[in-house]
T-cell receptor, first 112, second 112 residues
């Protein structure tokens, strides 16, 4: 089972920041938070990941709370092409290493 | 790098026929994953390999499904015999060690 909970859907106006929350209250100290997105049945696309410090790359920023029980993905200037399902993932340690289990994600609608 | 390559991109077959999906992971990656995505069940992890060895096949739905990885650059997912309920998008993904996982474009399977 996925170890995260996310809102089912969110709206965002084009050009504004999109802030996507994620709860991961059972996260362990050495587990990373990963974010992927999936645009209309394409393969999931990696966005960003972090452990405890805030992270930024060319796509997004990731803000992780100090207790690490939640995080927020920020798309600073959302465009129509950012409409997608966004998945917040904490990988599950299995028999042979970590495996990525997807939950339902948040469906982000960016509106003109 | 060309990324994860999957073939065919689309497959239409009749119930009872054998279906073989193919995947070429990113060079140097030692983990390979097969996922299935449907509207009802979302993205499900079927099986994953480490260094060509199957590690966890607990997600494989039934004996009609089988997966092999004969070498580090090739894997197959076979369904025999296929059924209409197997219609889905099948994704392959790969990663190196515990680093980021990357997905292929998927194979859209329709079983009539």
């Amino acid at each position: 089972d996925a170890k995260t909970t996310q809102p089912t859907s969110m709206d965002c106006a084009e050009g504004r920041a999109a802030n996507l929350p994620c709860n991961h209250s059972t996260i362990s100290g050495n587990e990373y938070v990963y974010w992927y997105r999936q645009i209309h049945s394409q393969g999931p696309q990696y966005i960003i990941h972090g452990l405890k410090n805030n992270e930024t790359n060319e796509m997004a920023s990731l803000i992780i709370t100090e207790d690490r029980k939640s995080s927020t993905l920020i798309l600073p200037h959302a465009t129509l092409r950012d409409t997608a399902v966004y998945y917040c993932i904490v990988r599950v340690f299995g028999t042979g290493g970590f495996k990525t289990i997807f939950g339902a994600g948040t469906r982000l609608f960016v509106k003109a | 790098d060309a990324g994860v390559i999957q073939s065919p991109r689309h497959e239409v077959t009749e119930m009872g026929q054998e279906v073989t999906l193919r995947c070429k992971p990113i060079s140097g990656h030692d983990y390979l994953f097969w996922y299935r995505q449907t509207m009802m069940r979302g993205l499900e992890l079927l099986i994953y390999f480490n260094n060509n060895v199957p590690i966890d096949d607990s997600g494989m739905p039934e004996d009609r499904f089988s997966a092999k990885m004969p070498n580090a650059s090739f894997s197959t997912l076979k369904i025999q015999p296929s059924e209409p309920r197997d219609s889905a998008v099948y994704f392959c993904a790969s990663r190196r060690g515990e680093e980021t996982q990357y997905f292929g474009p998927g194979t859209r399977l329709l079983v009539l």
